[in-house]
């Protein structure tokens, strides 16, 4: 008995000692600006993506809890992360996989141009305070949390809002 346990004890550690002599995965930077793509916003748009980025930080543990959780049946989760090197900032929305302390495993959906290496399919380990945004989408179309998504939707032309309500099926009017 005490052999067996030996064993799975050495294949363990082994699995931690390889596990920690792999190359790093990229992280996500905090940057303390705030970049939008919206050359034509005014000034207070900073602060309202500011504003949005903050309310999202605060209310994370509402996202945690259901992913964890769930408490009802959700069509998609997300978490938005930021993405930063020297000269600029990308925000990309990511599919959450697991949650060990503080920090999220994400699967990239899309490609990162600010680093070259941060592709679609690829897992990154991401901190909290990497997060500008998150959001759960339930099958009737609710949105739960998205305030970035929020924001971008009020900025839109009623045409576009319209539009993006046709094309996602979100119902902005409903859940925060």
């Avoid at 000692?17 to 930077?29: D, E, I, V, Y």
Wanted: aromatic share 10%; charged share 25%; glycine share 4%.
């Amino acid at each position: 008995m005490y052999q067996s346990l030996q064993r799975k004890t050495l294949i363990v550690l082994a699995f931690m000692f390889l596990g920690s002599c792999s190359p790093a995965q990229p992280t996500a930077t905090s940057t303390p600006g705030i970049r939008t793509s919206h050359t034509s916003i005014p000034a207070r748009a900073d602060e309202e993506l500011a504003e949005a980025v903050r309310q999202a930080q605060e209310t994370l543990y509402i996202w945690r809890q259901e992913f964890l959780a769930p408490k009802r049946s959700y069509s998609m989760s997300s978490l938005k992360v930021r993405f930063a090197n020297d000269n600029e900032m990308e925000d990309m929305w990511t599919e959450p996989l697991y949650i060990l302390d503080n920090t999220y495993t994400v699967r990239m959906v899309e490609g990162v141009t600010v680093d070259q290496g941060i592709h679609p399919d690829r897992l990154l380990d991401i901190k909290a305070e990497d997060i500008v945004d998150w959001m759960l989408l339930e099958e009737d179309g609710t949105l739960t949390g998205g305030y970035t998504l929020r924001l971008e939707y009020k900025r839109m032309t009623p045409a576009e809002q319209k539009r993006y309500i046709e094309i996602t099926g979100i119902r902005f009017d409903k859940a925060e």
